[in-house]
């Protein structure tokens, strides 16, 4: 079964988190913690509670497409959620409410974990240094968007932010949150098994990806090489034979699947409080405006491709049609109809918006239970392909992986890469984009590898490399963090 949700009453006191910006008049965090951590299911329920704000990263997915070349805002007007459309335009500024979210609910995620890590010496049982892999797994997750999303951040390791602490909180280095999210991936692969008990928990494949992932974004090629070729060679994990099956609610947790958010529609939620809802948001801000027909639910028309995306995929490639939806063809064939949203470009983003038979409980565009599937082995065999090739380690070993990917696109190895060197490097990029659009890695793949200026239109270099730290939170640290230049 998939995890379940626990509401843990001390885990909702973080003062990182609140569904209003009324959030310093807080009680005392401390309250329960002498009666806490007595017992595995203590440490059972807080890790559940840390889990939680993965939820919350269907903003960062979102964002990430609608940042690049991939997608548009759209919406119902170009005054709907402003803060999307002025990251769409590259206009953001430190007030953009989006952003905020990301930095509260993402430094939300880290002291819950830390909340686990302050008291990880209190009790011992059976079993817990899975549970604190799980922990440092968690911490790194979301340092790691954090460290994409605004570069240097405050770092705490093993004891929570305590309102009050963010005046004595300096932003940290990037390079020194890098490392502590190293060590902690390292602890992680180290002392989880590739398979758990429980759906939905942190392996040691997943950690062994996210940890690829980390150093190919540092440009630590041959240590990326290094634990993406262990991987896999002796993981449980290969690409799923059928891609147009990989994205559907049935077909969830499946051997592809390295990590996997998970999610579910039995839930309601509202828009006072989005990172409450047990459903991914980004689905119905995603869906099809004003839609009647087979198959697929209604939404917001967030989020929608652009012709150029399309146009990328090569004549054969049979993911086109599981990726993109092609809504006028669609209607033509069944019928079906739908309204028009701001910047409609005639496509949708088929791998995530609502199907016709989710259950949707109090408002359907809020508790779609698609699954975020945030590393699949597919990713895992381009990244371990570019550092190898970027790393001049060996550019055969890069092609094979770049092969097993595309075989399975086009059905035959009549399409394979042959090439060697800067060649290869660009169809490695093509082939990242093609086969994860939709899934919220162009923005950050177009930064680090330097490209982001030439591809994003209204993207300024030495400035949109990084996001703006929200104004109010540099405000509530007492104006000691200088913004990210430019802003």
Known sequence: MKITKIIYTACLLLVLISCSDDFVNVDSQDQNSEDFFNSEEDYQSALIGAYDLLQSTYLNVMLGEIASDNTKAGGESAIDVPGIQEIDDMVHTPVNAQLRDIWSWMFAGVNRANFIME??????????????????????????????????????????????????????????????????????????????????????????????????????????????????????????????????????????????????????????????????????????????????????????????????????????????????????????????????????????????????TGDANLTNPNNYRAIRFADVLLMAAEALNRGAISDMRAQQYVNRVRERAFGNSNNNITSTGTALTNAIYDERRVELVGEGHRFFDLVRTGRAGAEIDGFQVGKHELFPIPLIEIQLAGNQWEQNPVY
């Open 119 to 360: 008291f990880q010496d209190k009790t011992d049982f059976s079993g817990k240094e899975n549970v604190i892999g799980q922990t440092r797994f968690l911490r790194a997750y979301y340092y790691f968007e954090l460290v994409k999303w605004f570069g240097d951040v405050p770092l705490a390791v093993d004891q929570r932010i305590l309102f009050g602490d963010q005046f004595d909180l300096p932003r940290t280095p990037k390079t020194e949150v890098y490392a502590q999210i190293e060590a902690d991936l390292i602890f992680a692969a180290d002392n989880l098994p590739y398979t758990q008990s429980e759906t939905g928990r942190v392996t040691k494949g997943a950690a062994q990806a996210l940890l690829g992932k980390v150093y190919l974004y540092q440009d630590k090629f041959t240590e990326s090489a290094l634990v993406l070729e262990d991987l896999i060679n002796n993981g449980p994990h290969a690409l799923v034979a059928d891609y147009s099956t990989l994205f559907e609610n049935d077909n969830e947790n499946n051997i592809e699947s390295v990590f996997e958010v998970q999610y579910s529609d039995g839930q309601g939620a509202g828009f006072g409080c989005l990172q409450c809802s047990e459903g991914n948001v980004a689905v119905g801000f995603n869906g099809i405006r004003n839609y009647s027909g087979p198959d697929f639910g209604s939404g917001f028309s967030f989020n929608v491709p652009t012709q150029e995306v399309v146009n990328e995929f090569e004549a054969g490639d049979t993911r086109l049609e599981t990726a993109i939806l092609d809504i006028d063809q669609w209607a033509a064939d069944t019928g079906a109809t739908f309204a028009i949203g701001y910047e409609h470009t005639g496509y949708y983003n088929r791998k995530y918006i609502a199907r016709d038979d989710d259950l949707n």
